[in-house]
């Protein structure tokens, strides 16, 4: 079990910040370098409670299908999403949303359980680890630039 912790200051209202990070648009664009498009579910706009979506992405070499539902949400201060089916044993992905002066702290907790066994704690250790946290931290940089600046309209008018 591997648990990424990630804060993320934003000059932006904490309702603003919080449909940006629901946004199956946003997180395409963010996740362009991998090819990573939604198939099923809801493909596109904000995603709710109980909603799903599926995912086909090329990470680390290896095409993979995951998809997610978000199992719990009290907006604007909160959402995981929760893999239903994929690659990993488990995936947790908690939001946090918190409104500080001059805008929003935005937290992520990222909870999973790597797949295939012994080999995948060492890759864990090895790569995973850091290709996942990479992989969030550029997802809340794009949201972070967006936020602050008129962009966000184009994502959640």
């Known amino acids: 079990m591997s648990v990424i912790k990630l804060e993320t200051k934003i000059s932006a209202p904490v309702e603003r910040v919080f449909d940006l990070a629901r946004s199956i648009d946003l997180h395409t664009k963010s996740a362009s370098e991998s090819n990573e498009e939604a198939i099923g579910g809801r493909t596109s706009g904000l995603i709710n409670l109980n909603e799903t979506v599926t995912w086909r992405a090329k990470h680390l070499g290896v095409r993979q299908t995951l998809t997610s539902k978000i199992t719990q949400f009290e907006r604007p201060f909160h959402f995981r999403d929760s893999m239903l089916r994929g690659i990993f044993k488990r995936i947790d992905h908690d939001h946090f949303f918190e409104e500080i002066a001059g805008g929003t702290l935005m937290r992520d907790e990222f909870d999973y359980d790597a797949p295939l066994w012994i ?19 550029e997802r809340n940089r794009l949201i972070k630039e967006i936020a602050e600046s008129e962009k966000w309209r184009e994502y959640i008018g």
């Open 119 to 137: 080999l995948g704690n060492l890759a864990d250790f090895l790569f995973l680890e850091r290709y996942m946290t990479d992989f969030l931290i």
